[in-house]
Structure formats: C-alpha cells, structure tokens
C-alpha cells in the first residue's frame, strides 16, 4: 500500500520562499507520476505541477518561473520549490501519485496535505 507524507508548510512573507517535501512509502516509486495540487478555502483542488516518470515536469500558468518541481527517486521523494511566494498561494499543498501506463493502472494515492500561509 502506497503512503504520502507532506512536510515543509508554514507561515512566510510575500516574496519569501518554502520547499515542500513529499515521501512516498511502498513499492516502485519511480514508476509514478508525481503532481501536487493545492486547495485555498472556498476554491477548488487545482494541479500545481506534475512530474512525469521521464522527468518531464509541467506547471500550472500561475507558478511558472517561480515554482519547481524536482524528483529524487533514491529517497523516494518529490520536492515543490516554491519561491516568489504570493498570498494567492495560500492554500493546502497535496501530494498525488499515480499509474496510467497501458493496463497498469495504480492509484491515486493522496497525501494528508501541508498549509502553506503567505501573509506579511
């Protein structure tokens, strides 16, 4: 059974940065496409970034050229840099893995989610 543990939310000021920290428990890791989302009060969950297994990463229009995301498949984790921080960033920050490869279909599994606050 897969697991994911969100790490790395807070409180920073407009303009500051965070790295958000995602591990990942079970099998074949690399096998699967990694996305975080994020969800601000009264909003839908809307996809942030997505890492590919090829490692191909895509960005949602809002966070380009401020946002990262990078994979480390030797710990089993996925990082969101997130830098340039606005208030409209402010949101809960969740962690997706899935498989959708032919037939082989895993997931998805979510994390419990890390709040991240912009706020001066």
């Known amino acids: 059974q897969v697991q994911l543990v969100e790490s790395g939310g807070g409180l920073v000021q407009p303009g500051g940065s965070l790295r958000l920290s995602c591990t990942f428990s079970g099998n074949h890791f690399s096998f699967y496409t990694m996305d ?7 909003k839908q ?3 942030v970034a997505t890492m590919s297994t ?4 895509i960005y949602a229009e809002s966070v380009k050229e401020r946002f990262t995301i990078s994979k480390d498949n030797a710990k089993n984790t996925v990082y969101l840099q997130m830098n340039n921080l606005k208030s409209d960033d402010t949101a809960v920050y969740y962690c997706k893995a899935e498989v959708n490869h032919g037939v082989l279909h ?3 599994y979510w994390g419990q989610g890390t709040q991240v606050t912009v706020s001066s």
């Open 36 to 42: 975080w989302y994020r969800q601000a009060p009264g």
């Open 45 to 47: 969950r809307e996809l």
């Open 54 to 57: 090829g490692g191909t990463a």
């Open 106 to 108: 895993l997931g998805p």
